[in-house]
């Protein structure tokens, strides 16, 4: 006898309440819409096209080969995070030590230990907006609240009020999340700005999430203005970082935390039940990229003020179009007049101009109306992608 085909569940409807209100990528939406389109230029990414330098690659093949493919340090190979102190050393001229710094699967990873080790469920974070998707996302999963406040867009400038960030602060606000050189605007922090930050986290006890991975691209000298050059040890301030996009490493999901040592354990304790480390191998191309990778950052920087400029001309001349020039990251930030809705417009500019860029909604309710174009690519690229944006932007 054959028994009846039991009906299948709704398993859906059985996801946990988190599960289901887990937030899409706008981003992932639009490049999944125009992954295969065949001439595409794609400039929706937040990467460059250049691989790993083959000094890091070959590292990481020495320390294959020397078999460092089994379980290794919790927070970190220890000359990683001595050389990750060096680091800090040369950037901002005093000592740092390796007890403050913690080797993560990539910045998202940092940015979700540092919400973990922080946060309550229902703790409020400030997150000044328009910004990298994640780090609201990043809350949320943690079952905390992040709470917007816009960086306003005057004058073809991006101006963060810290009148405006004070009044957000509660009773609940446990931290402050700041993205300098920001992801999407290119928005950066001047020292007063930091110092008035810093001032209100000191006042009312909060935490600090300092997201400085774009602090060497800079328009406006070496490197950006830094929470490391006001704060001191007594300052309640997490730093996130990643190898991805100084030493073009974004696939190999290296980044690290700097937090005080108090919470060494802690941080231990949350890489192991969550990736249970590195792998030492790769950590040797991290070791190499941040001992020998200061000239390739410096090439690096180069291309994207060349990219900057080939846009600039580009667009200059174009109508119905605005945007601030960026003083850090490697984005720019464009508004084109009479389109509110930057998904629909995303799409439409993959079918009719033939360029790929980041819907601005994708980066919060200070987003909309923009779309994200990354400077990080080649120059045949960038001039190809002008040139299809201008034609496209004189047909409107």
């Known amino acids: 006898m054959t028994a009846e085909p039991r ?46 330098p083959s000094f890091i690659t070959e590292a990481a093949s020495r320390g294959m080969a020397a078999g460092e493919t089994f379980y290794t340090y919790q927070h970190g190979l220890p000359e990683l995070r001595r050389a990750i102190a060096d680091y800090h050393e040369r950037m901002f001229g005093r000592p740092f030590s390796e007890d403050r710094f913690f080797v993560t699967t990539g910045g998202m990873h940092a940015l979700d230990i540092a ?11 400030i997150v000044p907006s328009p910004t990298w998707p994640n780090v609201p996302a990043a809350v949320t999963v943690n079952r905390a609240v992040p709470v917007s406040v816009p960086i306003d867009y ?3 400038r ?9 009044a957000a602060i509660g009773p609940k606000t446990r931290a402050i999340a700041l993205n300098s050189p920001a992801n999407p605007t290119g928005w950066t922090a001047d020292l007063d700005t930091l110092k008035a930050v ?6 009312h006890g909060l935490w600090i999430l300092a997201d400085e991975v ?41 980044g690290w935390i700097e937090a005080p040592p108090a919470f060494a354990q802690a941080i231990e304790n949350f890489v192991q039940y ?8 790769l950590q040797r191309g991290a070791l190499a990229a941040i001992e020998r990778g200061d000239g390739f950052i410096a090439y690096q920087n180069e291309r994207v003020r060349q990219a900057l400029a080939i846009m600039n001309q580009a667009l200059a001349g174009a109508n119905r179009i605005s945007y601030a020039e960026p003083d850090g990251a490697f984005y720019l930030f464009l508004s084109v007049e009479g389109f509110a809705d930057s998904r629909a417009l995303a799409f439409r500019l993959i ?30 690229q960038i001039r190809e992608g002008a040139s299809r944006l201008h034609d496209w932007l004189l047909r409107l």
């Open 198 to 203: 810093l001032a209100l986290a000191r006042e």
């Open 154 to 156: 005057r004058d073809r």
């Open 214 to 254: 774009y602090g060497r691209f800079s328009f406006k000298g070496e490197m950006a203005p830094s929470f490391h050059e006001i704060a001191d040890d007594a300052d309640r301030i997490l730093w996130i970082n990643t190898f991805s996009k100084n030493w073009a490493m974004t696939g190999w999901r290296l």
């Open 115 to 125: 919400v973990k080790l922080i946060t309550e469920p229902g703790d409020e974070v």
């Open 351 to 380: 079918d009719e101009a033939g360029v790929g860029l980041a819907p601005g909604g994708a980066f919060g309710p200070g987003g909309e109306g923009f779309l994200r174009l990354c400077l990080a690519r080649s120059e045949a």
């Open 274 to 281: 969550s990736t249970s480390g590195i792998p030492g191998f």
């Open 158 to 166: 991006w101006v963060l009020d810290i009148d405006r960030l004070a």
């Open 7 to 52: 009906p299948a569940p709704d398993f859906a409807a059985e996801l946990s309440t988190l599960a289901r209100s887990t937030p899409n990528s706008g981003i992932v939406d639009i490049m999944n819409y125009g992954r295969a389109k065949e001439g595409l230029v794609r400039l929706w990414v937040g990467e460059g096209e250049l691989p790993t």
